[in-house]
């Protein structure tokens, strides 16, 4: 039985690799993954939220960024293996938002907890990030120069965070 599987399994990763597919593709297909966006260019694009923020970002790596709340823009990327969403909230006060983010978050979860450097233009940030065993949680407060607070909660099933990061860098208030 196991020398007539060999073959097949080798005929279908050489087909693969004769038509382009890659193997995230073949699991994106497997698992339901119709909604993951990749592009090799970017396709800048800025959102005007009703909440006094603006937001840059890629089309190409988020979906386009809705009003999740009066004061909340949310935006999601990737698909049903590789799934992020950011919340960008700006009316709620918070004692410590990264403390007491990162208490509701262990309460319910066993997490460990890493300090995050974060840089956005004209804004002083405090950040922290969560492994979380199969997902990762980032709480930030971004302080804008001009005396507005954005409160920012990130959710994501990929291991890489970088892209909320740059996603994050492009938070700025509505001038």
């Not at 080798?10 to 699991?27: E, I, P, Q, W």
């Not at 823009?73 to 590789?82: A, E």
């Amino acid at each position: 039985m196991k020398r007539k599987f060999l073959p097949l399994l080798a005929a279908l990763m050489t087909a693969l690799l004769l038509t382009g597919c890659k193997f995230s593709d073949v699991m994106l297909y497997l698992y339901g993954g119709d909604e993951f966006v990749e592009a090799d260019t970017e396709n800048i694009q800025t959102y005007s939220g009703s909440n006094g923020m603006n937001l840059t970002y890629d089309a190409n790596q988020w979906n386009a960024p809705v009003m999740a709340q009066d004061d909340t823009i949310s935006v999601t990327s990737g698909n049903k293996l590789d799934y992020t969403a950011v919340l960008i909230q700006v009316t709620d006060t918070y004692t410590d938002f990264l403390a007491q983010s990162g208490e509701e978050l262990g309460a319910e979860t066993n997490t460990v907890a890493y300090d995050l450097e974060l840089e956005v233009p004209h804004a002083e940030t405090a950040a922290v990030r969560y492994d979380c065993g199969s997902y990762q949680a980032i709480f930030v407060q971004i302080d804008f120069d001009g005396g507005q607070t954005a409160y920012v909660s990130a959710a994501s099933r990929a291991a890489d965070y970088a892209p909320i990061i740059t996603l994050l860098q492009g938070i700025s208030p509505a001038e």
